[in-house]
């Protein structure tokens, strides 16, 4: 009689097999990529009018009120429906959009813009200069829960008016084009915290304080279909017939979904469902690169978000400078970027690619252990890489996002650290408890931290990360908590300086304090990878604008295939 | 009577404390609402405003007690919510003269609607996949599980058993990507997420998301149905039936699998009222808009009026479906009427 044992095997061999076959399957193992969808003409083909363009995120739109609270994918729908004073060329430099000249007098101060005649809002009325002045004194307004008011806590009269004191902010309106803002100093970064979609026109429907009800209404280059959007599932824009630049945008209409998981959104991206596949997974994105017929097809954006290992100067052995030396010496940034080499690129230095005042000449933080282990010595606990002793004699807490690209480079960092005699302690929690514990002084002695620009100036990142006034109890955002009187001056000095080059020297200047103070050992920038299909015309990157589809056109060579959505994407 | 009672009584004590407890842990644990609602960089400034205008900055106890004040209120009975804000987020649910009774959930810190009209709009979604998935899960399960007692030791046994096994053993979101990959992506017979506009687009999109809860659950329904009817099939009174000259099927199913059914009962009630808190995974990855896809964003933002209302749903729904399967099991078992 054979055993059960025996009797089970065959049975076991075939589900072992299914269950091997079911794993692969969603993995794409054993099938090739389909091809991409044609395009009709030839690269260089003149733009066509007309088609949806369709796209998927892994996020939601929180809102698309621009005084609402935002984030990086709520601002890029809102640059859909919301155009600006001014804009971003692609070079990233600021350039007349609905103001078509501005002056500057009173040594910076005074910004006096002339608007465009002729600029129709989605309404059909023309935008005018109380139009733009509503609009701001709206976003600013005490009641409006916006995300970035302080950012223009320089406007002369927000502190009264934000404290609901003063009816209105200082500035005048002159006529119906020309709009006057005074500042309380002055501030390099003015022009470019105007473009952000917070202080873009709004409609007079949205009157003058934010309800949540609202339905948005601007001057952008798409208005928004009535229903046409469903929180948390989709968004569909149409073309603003209106818009001020003849002959854009050449879509029709964009289509957006919400919610859509990764290797589903390269389903439908490889099924033609979708036009550009924005989140793709790094083993998706080699496949598409190796494969002869896509490759060509991705489009790297610019480093917009830096990361580095937050080490807090208040909590040992982080109060020690050589030791905070010693990490950005051992750390390999090569390491790092080869996480996800799609949208990582090694970082040594505070400002990213893309950013105006980048200066790719500096010379950063670089990896050299002979050096570590020199700054580990110098700090009074040398480490002997051969037998092992030395080094600081106690685990230090390395607090970390486990949901994260962070999660998985605390092991690498783990690793590197252990060979220079420090020996982490790895604490992963949930996304807000990250944010609470290193936000809180004292809490957390060392921890991944991210910084997306908040605006296209180089003060979005030295000031909140790194100065002694950014310094809060809770919800701190320098969460090494690094304190240095003369970085603050330069800081300060270069916000308010008017000459480019004196600021550029001045941040140069403030670079170098931070390398060599490393109050964060730079780690990795971080950017946009996107696929598109072979079709989608005139999509670039922009070194601010994450996703600008304005240019956008669409060459299909065939018709469209029935979607794998249910309708509504 | 008193027995209903003290069930009814002992059922809002445990949608009371499973709300305490939510409402506990979301602010004991570390994280901001107020901060996630802002975001990540947002300066402190304004973070406290926003918190401000949350209601945020009163004390946790403070916060509680409006809670459940709030909860169920009596209130004007037509509600016109641009004169009238402090009844914004009610949902009027009878009419009491001039008054009328309301419920408040409050309004959500991220998506800045009334939390009542989230749950309303999306608890028939819940509900028809929690009905659509369990209705496929007792479809495999019972014919499985009868099939794999009927041929107790044969190669159909092992067969089954060993499929259940893996069915219990693979996680939602492999069997979900598995399907969609196959009947959505390979032989685009089904769409591979969304909701739809129409109901003819519902039914296409409920399949494949009802097909993951079904695969899964069935896998338990077969082992539970198969133990159960081996047991029975050996009692004196199935073979007096068989020796009665009863056809095989109608000892199987009239005699066996109906006694077979007083755990599936109990099990069915615990498993609906689980799916009506939301089916999360299966939610999320087929982008199904019920209670489940809501509650897993309320969480991650710490949106706390969000959070608190899935708890409440998820508890009623879970004590209320126990209170019907009790019902069900009583009539299916005489011995539980006469216990009665």
Redesign the interface.
């Known amino acids: 009689m054979r055993s059960i044992r025996t009797?089970?095997e065959p049975?076991?061999g075939v589900?072992v097999t299914?269950?091997v076959a079911?794993?692969a399957?969603?993995l794409g193992c054993s099938t090739g990529l389909r091809a991409p969808g044609p395009a009709a003409s030839v690269d260089g083909a003149p733009p066509r009018r007309g088609g949806t363009l369709r796209l998927a995120s892994v996020f939601?739109v929180?809102?698309l009120d621009p005084a609402?609270?935002?984030?990086g994918l709520t601002m890029q729908a809102q640059l859909l429906l919301f155009d600006g004073l001014v804009d971003f060329d692609r070079d990233g430099h600021v350039v007349p959009n609905l103001a078509e000249k501005w002056e500057v007098s009173d040594e910076g101060r005074t910004y006096r813009f002339t608007l465009r005649a002729g600029v129709r809002m989605h309404d059909g009325a023309e935008l005018t200069a109380d139009d733009v002045r509503r609009s701001i004194e709206r976003a600013l307004h005490?009641?409006t829960?916006?995300?970035?008011?302080?950012?223009y806590?320089g406007l002369a009269g927000y502190s009264a008016y934000a404290g609901g004191t003063a009816p209105h902010l200082d500035g005048t309106v002159e006529g119906r084009y020309v709009v006057t803002f005074r500042l309380e100093q002055p501030d390099a970064a003015f022009l470019a915290l105007l473009g952000l979609p917070a202080m873009r026109p709004v409609c007079a429907s949205a009157g003058d304080r934010y309800v949540?009800?609202w339905q948005p209404c601007g001057s952008g280059p798409f208005e928004l279909e009535p229903g046409g959007w469903?929180?948390?599932?989709s968004l569909r824009v149409v073309r603003h017939e209106g818009y001020f630049r003849p002959g854009l945008p050449h879509l029709d209409a964009v289509e957006w979904?919400f919610?859509?998981?990764p290797?589903?959104q390269r389903?439908?991206f490889e099924?033609g469902?979708l036009d550009l596949l924005l989140n793709a997974t790094q083993a998706d994105v080699g496949r598409f690169m190796a494969d002869a017929r896509w490759k060509g097809l991705g489009v790297n954006f610019f480093d917009n978000t830096i990361w580095g290992e937050a080490m807090n100067t208040r909590i040992p052995p982080f109060d020690n400078v050589e030791i905070r030396r010693a990490v950005a010496a051992e750390i390999d940034r090569n390491e790092y970027a080869m996480i996800k080499p799609s949208q990582m690129s090694p970082l040594t230095q505070l400002l990213p690619r893309g950013v105006p005042g980048y200066d790719p000449s500096f010379q950063g933080q670089v990896h050299d252990e002979a050096a570590a282990l020199e700054h580990m010595r110098r700090a009074g606990y040398p480490y002997d890489p051969a037998t092992g002793k030395g080094g600081w004699p106690a685990p230090i807490v390395y607090t970390v996002s486990d949901v994260s690209v962070g999660a998985y480079a605390s092991q690498i960092l783990q690793q590197a650290l252990a060979r220079i005699g420090l020996h982490l302690e790895l604490r992963l929690?949930?996304?807000?408890?990250y944010?609470?514990?290193t936000?809180r002084a004292g809490a957390s002695a060392m921890h991944p931290q991210g910084?997306?620009g908040?605006y296209a100036d180089p003060s979005t990142f030295f000031e909140?990360l790194f100065t002694t006034g950014a310094i809060?109890s809770?919800?701190?955002?320098n969460t090494a908590f690094y304190s240095n009187p003369i970085y603050d001056d330069i800081v300060t000095r270069a916000r308010r300086a008017t000459s480019d080059d004196v600021r550029r020297a001045l941040y140069h200047t403030a670079n170098e304090i931070l390398r060599d103070d490393a109050p964060w050992a730079f780690t990795y920038g971080q950017h946009d990878f996107v696929m598109r299909q072979p079709y989608v015309k005139g999509f670039h990157a922009h070194p601010v604008w994450p996703f600008d589809v304005r240019e956008v056109w669409l060459d299909r060579g065939d018709a469209l295939p029935?979607?794998?959505?249910?309708?509504?994407? | 009577m008193r027995r209903a009672l003290r069930r009814l009584g002992w059922s809002v004590f445990v949608v009371w404390a499973v709300v305490s407890l939510a409402f506990a842990v979301n602010n004991l644990v570390p994280g901001d609402p107020a901060r996630m609602v802002a975001g990540v960089q947002a300066r402190p400034a304004d973070v406290e405003r926003i918190r401000v205008q949350l209601g945020l900055d009163r004390p946790p106890l403070v916060q509680y007690g409006l809670f459940w004040k709030r909860l169920v209120h009596v209130g004007p009975r037509v509600v016109d919510a641009a004169k009238d804000p402090a009844h914004a987020s009610c949902a009027v649910v009878v009419g009491l003269g001039d008054s009328a009774l309301h419920v408040d959930l409050g309004r959500s810190y991220q998506r800045r609607q009334p939390v009542v009209d989230l749950i309303l709009t999306r608890l028939p979604r819940t509900f028809a996949l929690a009905v659509a998935g369990i209705f496929l899960q007792l479809l495999f399960g019972l014919t499985t599980g009868v099939l794999a007692a009927w041929r107790r030791g044969s190669w159909i046994d092992r067969a089954l058993v060993g499929t259940s096994l893996l069915g219990v053993s693979a996680p939602t979101f492999l069997i979900a990507l598995a399907l969609q990959y196959v009947l959505a992506y390979w032989l685009r017979w089904l769409p591979l997420d969304g909701f739809g506009k129409t109901l003819g687009d519902h039914a296409r999109c409920i399949v494949l998301p009802a097909l993951t809860l079904g695969v899964y659950g069935a896998a338990y329904y077969t082992r539970l149905v198969r133990d159960e009817m081996a047991g029975l099939l050996e009692q004196d009174w199935i073979r007096t039936a068989r020796a009665k000259g009863l056809s095989p099927a109608r000892v199987l199913v009239v005699h066996g699998l109906r006694n077979a059914l007083v755990p599936v009962v109990t099990s069915v009630g615990l498993d609906f009222g689980a799916l009506m808190g939301g089916a999360i995974v299966t939610e999320k990855v087929f982008r199904w808009p019920g209670i489940g896809e809501l509650a897993v964003g309320g969480m991650l933002d710490r949106d706390g009026p969000v959070i608190l209302a899935c708890v409440v749903v998820s508890a009623a729904f879970i004590v209320a479906s126990n209170l019907l399967a009790d019902a069900v099991h009583t009539r299916l078992d005489p011995r539980m009427r006469a216990r009665a």
Request: proline share 11%; hydrophobic share 35%; charged share 20%.
């Open positions: 009797k089970l049975l076991t589900l299914a269950a079911l794993l399957l969603p939601d929180r809102n609402g609270p935002s984030d005490p009641t829960p916006s995300s970035v008011a302080s950012f806590e949540d009800t469903q929180h948390g599932t979904s919610g859509v998981w290797v589903p389903f439908r099924d469902d929690v949930s996304y807000p408890a944010l609470a514990i936000q910084n997306q908040d909140p809060r809770e919800g701190c955002s029935a979607p794998l959505t249910g309708g509504l994407r």
